[in-house]
């Protein structure tokens, strides 16, 4: 049974920083792609960011480049997210996900696992 469990949300002030951590679990992940959706109240769930568990290439959405940064641990299986400068346009369930990409990009209907989320409010 495949299991995402996400940590490290909570309350911060413009500005701060947050760590997100995934820790996976269930199956080997070659050939996936780990990575963090989002999703305010009333909006759709996006993308955020993913990075390849085979190669570690990584992809961003552009409203967060330059201020999350997304890692791997392959020997301990956990994908984070380093979270910096964050915006209350920042705030919102953030759920780790993963799917069987080869490459492509993780669009959310690529996603074959979902964490249950983490919620992340950043106030003005």
């Known amino acids: 049974q495949v299991q995402l469990v996400e940590s490290g949300g909570g309350l911060v002030q413009a500005g701060g920083s947050l760590r997100l951590s995934c820790a996976a679990s269930?199956?080997?992940?070659?050939?996936?792609?780990m990575g963090w959706f989002r999703q305010a109240p009333g909006k759709e769930r996006e993308f955020v960011a993913s990075?390849?568990?085979?190669?570690?290439?990584?992809d961003y959405t552009d409203s967060v480049k330059g201020r999350f940064t997304i890692s791997r641990d392959n020997a301990k299986k956990t994908v984070s997210l380093q979270m910096n400068s964050l915006k209350p346009e920042d705030t919102a369930l953030y759920y780790c996900a993963a799917g069987l990409t080869y490459g492509l990009k993780l669009s959310a209907n690529r996603v074959d696992y979902w964490g249950q989320g983490t919620q992340v409010t950043v106030s003005s």
């Open positions: 269930g199956r080997t992940f070659i050939g996936y792609a």
């Open positions: 990075i390849s568990w085979t190669t570690g290439s990584t």
